[in-house]
């Protein structure tokens, strides 16, 4: 049986105010949301009820803020680790201690998601003065307690340099899972956002020290899409060796194996745009997943450049960066290099 990944955020308290984050771009960091312990519970009765109706197992990646901040983190903890329920944190380093780290996997976390955004410098400016450092130094810490240490790197025009030199760092702090996503803009900060052009070589000079990296026990998710054509050019992906059944294969996952919970219970297809489909306290999940809302995620047909790509059931970019930088997300993505004639 597979999985169905929930992003689920529990609070939006956090101890860092990184240039690219979501929720403190409107400054709503002066009245944070979180939910409470009755309100969790229903979340996560829902989360099932749909599991068992979709036929798929839960996977669960808890989140903020930093969710260890949540005053019932614990709780929730036990709830899941009482239901068999898999889960991940996706979090800040900074309350993350020996006992801690243990706890957490006394309570089934399989994985801790930190984030380097750039060498110390650079970091530290997007997030906060000494997070690298102290990113850093947890790292032993939960791989001694038998929790996998994925890092994630926002990329932008303030890092893109910086982020080959930055899977040295991983390698040598002995990560277990690298991976990078980029910086979805709004209409106002488009440019922050990297041309095709120092996207691909970005990407190209990762390729390289991925292959020399190979044997080094870190693995190298390559979770953005547009690695498919990276890899397609390279001759290493052909889409002839799937069936022409018009079924869809990979790229984005909206629509097919995620939702997102937000810490007031809103449902999004994906964080990473406006995409709310409906209220995870109130509604069925199963029935906004297979509802018209969602559907318009599903209209591969409508994605302009990719439609006429064939690549379309494999790639399709990143619907949330192309949704932040034209304001559709069925507009081209900004960082694709591929020419379409």
């Known amino acids: 049986m597979e999985y169905f990944a929930f992003q689920w955020h529990i609070t939006e308290e956090c101890d860092q105010r990184c240039k690219h984050c979501y929720i403190y771009a409107l400054g709503s960091h002066a009245k944070f949301k979180e939910m409470n312990t009755d309100e969790m519970k229903t979340v996560l009765q829902n ?10 197992l839960p996977y669960l990646y808890i989140t903020g803020g930093d969710p260890i901040l949540h005053p019932k983190f614990w709780q929730l903890a036990q709830m899941l680790k009482a239901e068999s329920i898999p889960f991940a944190v996706l979090g800040n380093p900074f309350h993350l201690t020996r006992e801690v780290c243990r706890r957490l996997k006394d309570f089934g976390c399989r994985k801790y998601q930190l984030s380097l955004d750039g060498l110390r410098e650079t970091h530290d400016r997007i997030r906060r003065p000494g ?11 939960l791989r001694d307690a038998g929790i996998d240490v994925a890092v994630m790197t926002t990329v932008s025009r303030w ?54 990296y190979k044997d080094s026990g870190t693995t190298f998710n390559l979770k953005d899409h547009l690695w498919t054509l990276f890899q397609y050019e390279k001759g290493l992906f052909d889409p002839n060796d799937c069936p022409d059944d018009g079924y869809v294969y990979d790229g984005c ?3 097919n ?40 995620y599903r209209v591969y047909e409508k994605f302009e450049k990719c439609a006429k790509c064939e690549l379309l059931r ?27 004639k």
């Not at 989360?47 to 798929?56: L, S, V």
């Not at 930055?166 to 956002?193: Q, W």
């Open 253 to 255: 996952n909206c629509g």
């Open 47 to 56: 989360i099932q009820t749909f599991c068992k109706k979709a036929n798929r």
């Open 159 to 212: 890092n893109y340099r910086e982020v080959p030199a930055l899977v040295d760092v991983v390698v040598a702090n002995h990560v277990d899972i690298f991976a990078f996503a980029r910086y979805c803009p709004d209409r106002e900060s488009r440019d922050t956002c990297c041309s095709p052009e120092e996207y691909h070589w970005m990407m190209n000079e990762c390729w390289e020290k991925f292959q020399q």
């Open 314 to 340: 494999f790639c399709r970019g990143c619907p949330a960066v192309a949704a932040g930088y034209h304001g559709d997300m069925y507009a081209p993505d900004p960082q694709c290099w591929k020419e379409i």
């Open 131 to 141: 997070s690298f450092d102290e990113t850093l130094a947890v790292i032993p810490l």
């Open 257 to 296: 194996c995620h939702f997102t919970i937000l810490s007031d219970g809103a449902v999004y297809a994906c964080r990473r745009m406006e995409s709310k489909v409906g209220n995870a306290l109130t509604d069925d999940l199963y029935d906004l997943f297979t509802g018209p809302k969602m559907d318009a």
